[in-house]
Antibody, heavy 112, light 112 residues
Framework: QVQLKESGPVLVQASETLSLTCTVS????????VIWVRQPPGKGLEWMGIIWRNGNTDYNSALKSRLSINRDTSKSQVFLKMNSLQTDDTAIYYC??????WGQGVMVTVSS | DVVLTQTPVSLLISLGGQASISCRSSQSLVHSNGNTYLHWYLQKPGQSPQLLIYQVSNRFSGIPDRFSGSGSGTDFTLKISRVEPEDLGVYYCLQRTHNPNTFGAGTKLELK
């Protein structure tokens, strides 16, 4: 059974760095890509970036300068780091297996 | 980046009625391999998005045949026939042909 679970701090100060972990089970990170998507309260979905099964990455153009996605295949974990946080980075952050399976999301609030 | 324009922003439909949602792309979504990576999701209140239709017209596992997708190139449509209460929520299109991938802004389906 495929599962993805996001974890990380629920409150981050503005200007600091957000670090989130997506822990997966039921599939191998060398066989599927993992995507990060976020959703500000009451707004739509924003595609943030992907780490492909070969370890390559692609990022949303608007976030590229602040965002990095990495992984540890031995631990079945994917990591998101985004620096210089602002209050409009407040959102639910999801990780997904390609297009099919989604985690429950983690709500991150950026406080000024 | 590819811009996906979804219309309408919201839909008021009676139970048992039919809904149609348009997703238009700023450039062709036909990949160099000949496939078109345009997918449709439904996000019910308080839940993670769920995949309905992948690659334009293929229903995902467990999705009833009341949901159908069509289109080509830059113009795509999701139709929901015989609307049921569990169909309510926000519908999103996602293109994965071009990097970075992008979502449409969403269409909210509500009961009349």
């Amino acid at each position: 059974q495929v599962q993805l679970k996001e974890s990380g701090p629920v409150l981050v100060q503005a200007s600091e760095t957000l670090s989130l972990t997506c822990t997966v089970s039921g599939f191998s990170l060398t066989n599927y890509g993992v995507i990060w998507v976020r959703q500000p309260p009451g707004k739509g979905l924003e595609w943030m970036g992907i780490i492909w099964r070969n370890g390559n990455t692609d990022y949303n153009s608007a976030l590229k300068s602040r965002l990095s996605i990495n992984r540890d295949t031995s631990k079945s974990q994917v990591f998101l780091k985004m620096n210089s946080l602002q209050t409009d980075d407040t959102a639910i952050y999801y990780c997904t297996r390609e297009i099919e399976d989604w985690g429950q999301g983690v709500m991150v609030t950026v406080s000024s | 980046d590819v811009v996906l324009t979804q219309t309408p922003v919201s839909l008021l439909i009676s139970l048992g009625g039919q809904a149609s949602i348009s997703c238009r792309s700023s450039q062709s979504l036909v990949h160099s391999n000949g496939n078109t990576y345009l997918h449709w999701y439904l996000q019910k209140p308080g839940q993670s998005p769920q995949l309905l239709i992948y690659q334009v017209s293929n229903r995902f596992s467990g999705i009833p045949d009341r949901f159908s997708g069509s289109g080509s190139g830059t113009d795509f449509t999701l139709k929901i026939s015989r609307v049921e209460p569990e169909d309510l929520g926000v519908y999103y299109c996602l293109q994965r042909t071009h990097n970075p991938n992008t979502f449409g802004a969403g269409t909210k389906l509500e009961l009349k």
